[in-house]
């Protein structure tokens, strides 16, 4: 398998990650790596294989473009609903079938770079390092995911909003809690960290 380079752009946030990746270095070498590989460059459960974080990246920056575009016109309901439920489905499409994204969800990536950072620090020959960072990445992992479960529920509440102020209002509670782009970006730097103290990058 060649090696691949995925950048994505952090809309919200204004800033691009190119993250870079060959799922064919190194990552055989210990039960860990297999698992840092998961996170990292590739997962046999995500859309077209990729790892879990460069798929909560990209589900993030269609989640965060639809809260702001729900935000450009607060008083028309029908704009804010129809944007919030695109929302949902990049955040959690097991909650609605149709919509922009993936199909995977940031909630459900975050979820899984959490438990496979475990798994790699708790497996045999995970060194000092990897058990060191994983406990910062699943530290943000799990932060994000707490985020993303919130705007979900606001999502939801979203379809039965009776008037564009109750709109509004979870408009602008989805937008304050859209700020995982940082959570991300720690995700990924401590990963980084861990690749570059594996030899794996």
Known sequence: MRSRTITIGLIAAGLTITFSADPAHGLQDNPANTHIGHVASGFGRTPDGAGLLPTALAEAATAIQHIDLAWRDTSNLDWMQTHAAHVLHAVDPSQIEEGPGLGFGVLAAAEGIAQHIE??????????????????????????????????????????????????????????????????EQVERWMGLMTAAEGLE
């Open 119 to 184: 798994l790699a620090a708790g497996s045999d020959g995970a060194s000092d390092a990897v058990q060191t960072y994983a406990t910062h990445v699943a530290m943000a992992a799990r932060a994000v995911a707490d985020r993303a479960a919130q705007i979900a529920a606001l999502a939801v509440q979203m379809e039965s909003a009776s008037d564009y102020t109750s709109g509004e209002g979870l408009t602008g509670q989805m937008r304050l809690l859209a700020d995982w782009a940082g959570g991300l």
